[in-house]
């Protein structure tokens, strides 16, 4: 009775793990690149919760190469709160950093969303580009206040979607870099 039973989960288990093993050894093979999924934590940033998860949501509609999940343990981007000083985030430009939301900055009337979006953009390996249009994010505070353009420009999209393709490349050295 044992014995049958422990045969019949073998054998489940062995239906389960061949499609995945010829899944992986076929992935490297397959034209699509793959997907790098990281995971970012926004409870150090309360105020900003819903904020950050639409800044999020906006690159996962812009690029298929980096995919950007909420996971409160274990994240390797990390929201904070700060009441001065205005936002940052301390990056290697390759999906780690902490990033810090300002909420004086906030309350002078800059857009929350975009503030996420922009230091997001950042951890993905954009720069600052403080004199284009509010249509690009990383024109940060640039464009003032009346810029709640939370979404990345195709450019921009464009741009993450090209340092992704191959996946995780070997991160740079941390810097501070504002919104
Ligand atoms: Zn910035």
New binding site residues.
């Given amino acids: 009775m044992n014995g049958r039973v422990i045969g019949r989960v073998v054998a489940l288990a062995t239906a389960v793990a061949a499609p995945l093993g010829l899944g992986l050894a076929t992935a490297p093979a397959a034209s699509a690149a793959a997907v790098t999924t990281l995971y970012y934590s926004s409870s150090g940033a309360p105020d900003y919760l819903a904020q950050i998860d639409q800044g999020a949501a906006n690159w996962n509609a812009a690029v298929t190469d980096v995919k950007l999940v909420k996971r409160n343990t274990s994240a390797t981007i990390v929201f904070h709160e700060i009441s001065s000083g205005g936002s940052y985030t301390n990056t290697n430009g390759h999906g780690r950093g902490q990033i810090y939301l300002d909420t004086s900055q906030v309350a002078e009337g800059f857009d929350p969303t975009r503030i996420a979006a922009?230091?997001l953009g950042?951890n993905l390996g954009l720069p600052?580009h403080y004199s284009g249009p509010c249509t690009e994010l990383?024109s940060?505070h640039g464009p003032g206040t009346a810029c709640k353009n939370a979404k990345p420009s195709a450019a921009e999209a464009a741009k993450v979607q090209s340092l992704w393709v191959n996946g995780l490349v070997a991160a740079a050295e941390s810097r501070a870099?504002?919104?």
Avoid: L
């Fill in positions: 922009h230091e950042h600052d990383m940060g870099v504002a919104y």
